[in-house]
C-alpha cells in the first residue's frame, strides 16, 4: 500500500460542529492532511463557514445566510459554544498545520476566496473546489495558480483532459458510488491526486469496507467526519497497533 492521507469532511465533524473552528482544531489533532470545508458569501460579502443555504440546522438562529450580516451571524451559537468563522479565520486557525479543501456554496464568490487565501499566503496550501464549473473557470482566472479540484460523481468515462487542461485540475475527488480502478488509475497517470470521501452515518466496519475498496483501486486520501477512524484504518492495514 502506497501513502494513504487523512481527511476530514466538515473538519472533525463527528466530534466537533461541522465547519467550525473547534472541528478544524479536531481534525488537526487526528493528523489530518487535508481538512474539507465549506463557504457562503453574508450580505455583507464577508465569506463564512456554512454548508447549508440557511443558519437553522446548525445553529440557535434561523435565516439565509446571504441574507445576514457578518455581525448578525457571529451572534449565532453552533453547539454549545462554537461561533461561524470566517474563511480568513479558518485560514489562520489551520496556516502551517494542515491543507484545506475549500468548497464554494455560492456562485460568484471564486475571486474574493482567492484573494482571502492569496492574503493568508496560503495559496500552495488550498484547493478550490465547486460544483458549479463557473466558479472553477473564475478562480483560474482570479489567479492561474488557484489549486483547483473537479468532482467525479457518477460510474461513467471522465474527460481528463477537459479536467487537467480546461480546468487545471491537480485533485481529483471521487465518490465512492463512481470510483472505478480504470479512472483512478488514468488520474494517477495524469498527475492527479485522488481523494474519495464517505458518508458519516455508517458503523466503522462500513467504513472500513468502503476504505478498503478505495486504497485497493489506489485512491491517495480518504476522508470522513471521522478523521481518527481513517488514521486507524491506515495502522490496521499496515499491521499497526493504533
Known amino acids: 500500500?502506497?501513502?494513504?492521507?487523512?481527511?476530514?469532511?466538515?473538519?472533525?465533524?463527528?466530534?466537533?460542529?461541522?465547519?467550525?473552528?473547534?472541528?478544524?482544531?479536531?481534525a488537526i489533532e487526528y493528523a489530518t492532511y487535508r481538512v474539507e470545508c465549506d463557504i457562503r458569501r453574508a450580505i455583507d460579502g464577508t465569506l463564512v463557514?456554512?454548508?447549508d443555504t440557511t443558519v437553522d440546522r446548525m445553529t440557535d438562529g434561523t435565516g439565509n445566510?446571504?441574507?445576514m450580516t457578518l455581525m448578525e451571524l457571529k451572534q449565532l451559537r453552533v453547539g454549545a459554544s462554537e461561533t461561524i468563522p470566517t474563511l480568513a479565520e479558518s485560514l489562520v486557525c489551520v496556516s502551517g498545520r494542515c491543507r484545506m479543501l475549500l468548497e464554494l456554496k455560492d456562485?460568484?464568490?471564486?475571486?474574493?476566496?482567492?484573494r482571502t487565501v492569496e492574503a493568508a499566503n496560503m495559496l500552495d496550501a488550498c484547493t478550490l473546489i465547486s460544483f458549479s464549473e463557473d466558479n472553477l473557470r473564475e478562480a483560474r482566472r482570479a489567479?492561474?495558480?488557484?489549486?483547483?479540484?473537479?468532482?467525479?460523481?457518477?460510474?461513467?468515462?471522465?474527460?481528463?483532459g477537459r479536467v487537467v487542461d480546461e480546468f487545471g485540475a491537480n485533485l481529483l475527488v471521487v465518490w465512492p458510488a463512481a470510483a472505478q480502478p480504470e479512472v483512478i488509475a488514468a488520474a494517477k497517470d495524469a498527475g492527479l491526486h485522488v481523494r474519495c470521501g464517505f458518508?458519516?452515518?455508517?458503523?466503522?466496519?462500513?467504513?472500513?469496507?468502503?476504505?478498503?475498496?478505495?486504497?485497493d483501486m489506489g485512491v491517495d486520501e480518504v476522508s470522513c467526519g471521522r478523521p481518527d477512524w481513517i488514521g486507524r484504518m491506515i495502522g490496521e492495514r499496515q499491521g499497526l497497533s493504533v
Do not use: W
Open 107 to 114: 456562485d460568484g464568490i471564486a475571486t474574493d476566496v482567492v
Open 65 to 67: 445566510v446571504d441574507a
Open 199 to 215: 458518508r458519516d452515518d455508517m458503523t466503522y466496519e462500513e467504513s472500513q469496507a468502503v476504505f478498503t475498496r478505495m486504497v
Open 143 to 160: 489567479n492561474p495558480d488557484t489549486l483547483i479540484g473537479f468532482f467525479h460523481l457518477e460510474p461513467k468515462p471522465l474527460d481528463l
Open 1 to 26: 500500500m502506497g501513502k494513504v492521507f487523512i481527511g476530514a469532511h466538515r473538519g472533525a465533524m463527528c466530534h466537533a460542529p461541522e465547519n467550525t473552528l473547534a472541528a478544524f482544531e479536531k
Open 49 to 51: 463557514m456554512m454548508h
